[in-house]
């Protein structure tokens, strides 16, 4: 899974941001391990935590301002009108995948283009020098990447899967808030609290994602969702942009049921659209293989992903993201330590001990 899934970041370079070593077999590790973010720190630390949310760099809205604004213009420019959404039609499905399919390759193919192909950034801050996989012999079917080739394998399965359940996801929420089925009425009666409010469910947003992750992930490596679905996610060991969303069907039902909270909270079309594409694009970024992407004189976006990359190294460690830091609480964190990876040892050598 995702992600996204960790929250992405935006953080400066210099010594600490940037430096790193990389071993032998071609891993690169940061020099330091992962930190702890304010927001599971304890006593509070006030001042660094309003920093950490909306400072530059800083941890939540400068980057999720970028993502908002990306959902602002896709509402305003790129969807039909609410009111020509109330029976099922094939033309407005049609353009809501059409511009889902040309976000989602635009976004992961241009990473994919720049660092993956014209190396824009060399091996600089790449978690593994190893290329992405082709010329395997494995098929689909023996859970191996389609056509041997890891790239495409991942592509089909965003496209031509991820692609139609956002699509599906999105089109039965404009239809469900056009015909009133739901939605809040009486916003009119109120307008000053309809605006607060509807700027608090935005910024609840990536915090609502991150909850949601955690939780579904840690459903997915269930013995049953492992084993019949997570595990086409984790084919993908070194990742790349394409790999963000490169899910079994399943799991992407899952993975974007996180917009059914916003049907519950049922303020403004606008929210779900907002929690899809908190889904989708921080994935895709997330995956990069990167743990920065280099803007400028070391100020760069932050995949925040050497956490995530753990993830997909060892499996048993490193469920949810910074934003929610719920792996501290069930004793999960991997902080890419020699400490922390003899902690995982212990704790799956107890678990296999209590499933013998
Ligand atoms: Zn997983
Ligand atoms: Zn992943």
Redesign the pocket.
């Known amino acids: ?5 960790s929250p992405i970041t935006l953080a400066a370079g210099g010594a600490a941001g940037l430096s790193g070593q990389r071993n032998a077999r071609g891993e690169w590790r940061p020099q330091a391990p992962i930190t702890l973010p304010p927001i599971a720190c304890w006593p509070p630390r006030p001042l660094a935590l309003l920093k950490w949310m909306f400072g530059f760099p800083g941890f939540l809205w400068p980057m999720n301002s970028l993502f908002l604004a990306m959902t602002l213009l896709t509402w305003l420019f790129l969807t039909p009108a609410l009111a020509s959404m109330q029976t099922f039609e094939l033309w407005w499905i049609g353009v809501l995948f059409a511009r889902n399919f040309a976000l989602v390759l635009l976004v992961a193919g241009g990473l994919h283009l720049y660092l993956h192909i014209f190396r824009g950034q060399g091996e600089n801050l790449q978690f593994s020098n190893r290329p992405l996989i082709t010329g395997s012999t494995r098929t689909l079917f023996g859970k191996r990447f389609l056509w041997g080739d890891q790239v495409i394998d991942n592509m089909l399965r965003t496209l031509g899967a991820g692609v139609p359940v956002i699509t599906a996801y999105e089109a039965v929420t404009y239809w469900a808030f056009s015909n009133g089925y739901i939605g809040i009425t009486g916003s009119a009666a109120s307008p000053a609290g309809f605006w607060v409010a509807f700027v608090l469910v935005l910024l609840a947003a990536p915090v609502i994602h991150a909850l949601h992750f955690y939780l579904a992930h840690r459903l997915l490596h269930t013995k049953l969702l492992y084993r019949s679905a997570h595990c086409v ?2 084919l ?1 060991v070194e ?1 790349g942009p394409w ?2 969303l490169a899910m079994h069907p399943v799991e992407q039902v899952l993975y974007f049921s996180t917009v059914l909270v916003q049907w519950l909270l049922a303020l403004h079309p606008v929210h779900a659209l907002f929690q899809i594409h908190l889904a989708i694009f921080p ?1 895709l970024v ?2 990069s293989g990167f743990e920065k992407l280099l803007l400028w004189r070391g100020i760069g976006l932050e995949s925040g992903n050497y956490f ?1 990359y753990l ?2 190294k060892y499996f048993e460690c490193n469920y949810g993201g910074s934003l929610a830091p719920l792996d501290t609480v069930f004793g999960t964190f991997h902080d890419g330590s020699a400490a922390a990876q003899v902690a995982m040892r212990e704790r799956m050598l107890a678990r296999r001990g209590a499933d013998t």
């Open positions: 899974m995702p992600l996204s899934t996610h984790h993908n990742c790999s963000g994935a997330g995956h995530h993830h997909h």
